[in-house]
């Protein structure tokens, strides 16, 4: 599959479980970012990682553990979540150049998560 | 932080006629402005882009104008077509404090319904 898969599509956890989301990208980009999105909220940023240094942290809760281990692969580590984190999980990557130059970010499917 | 307000939130047209949401910005530092179309259970995918260097940019049906100084940027759809149902989100971005990344930050979203 090209452009960015997100694993699993679907994910259903009581509140004691510990759950992980991965996202791969295969456009070579630089720069992944996770966000949250809520029914009836903007898209939210939460993690961002340039080159597998995580360059923003937008104020997530610590039961939100991302880990970039290489450019293409970024995961999200889930423990201990509430019934309120419940939302749709996007991963996204882009090219940024070192200057700051911005283009279009490309968003996987994302993984639909409920917390019981 | 940057503050991004959408207007309207839901939309209702008849096929054949323009459609137009409007959005404002407070972050003087962003310098790019994506517009985003999420269908109901798929990704966001970019339909058109604007850099702060220009004032408009047309790509067949689909328009968008950005005013610097009053720091707010429209979408134009014109001839709109069934298809063209679904979330518009509108998003201003700026480089991230380290440089490598971009920190965008998204409207809450107009669901555009075109009446047949």
């Known amino acids: 599959e090209t452009g960015v898969t997100q694993t699993p599509r679907h994910l259903v956890m009581g509140m004691t479980n510990k759950k992980s989301l991965k996202c791969e990208q295969h456009?070579?980009?630089?720069?992944m970012y996770w966000y949250k999105q809520s029914a009836k909220k903007p898209l939210e940023l939460m993690f961002v990682y340039n080159f597998k240094e995580q360059t923003e942290n937008n104020s997530v809760p610590s039961r939100f553990s991302p880990e970039c281990p290489n450019s293409s692969h970024l995961f999200l580590h889930l423990h201990t979540l509430q019934p309120e984190d419940s939302a749709l999980y996007l991963c996204?990557?882009?090219?940024?150049?070192?200057?700051?130059?911005?283009?279009?970010?490309?968003f996987g499917p994302g993984t639909r998560l409920t917390v019981l | 932080g940057e503050n991004v307000e959408q207007h309207p939130s839901t939309l209702s047209v008849q096929e054949g006629d323009s459609a137009v949401i409007k959005c404002t910005y407070s972050d003087s530092a962003s310098n790019y402005f994506p517009w985003y179309k999420q269908e109901l259970g798929k990704r966001p995918q970019l339909i058109i882009d604007i850099r702060s260097n220009v004032g408009e940019k047309k790509d067949q049906r689909i328009a968008v104008t950005l005013n610097k100084t009053a720091k707010h940027f429209s979408l134009h759809i014109t001839e709109t077509q069934p298809e063209d149902s679904a979330v518009y989100f509108c998003a201003a971005s700026r480089p991230g404090n380290s440089g490598g990344y971009q920190k965008v930050t998204f409207g809450t979203g107009t669901k555009l319904q075109v009446i047949p």
């Open positions: 456009l070579g980009h630089n720069a």
């Open positions: 996204a990557s882009s090219q940024v150049s070192a200057s700051g130059g911005q283009d279009e970010q490309f």
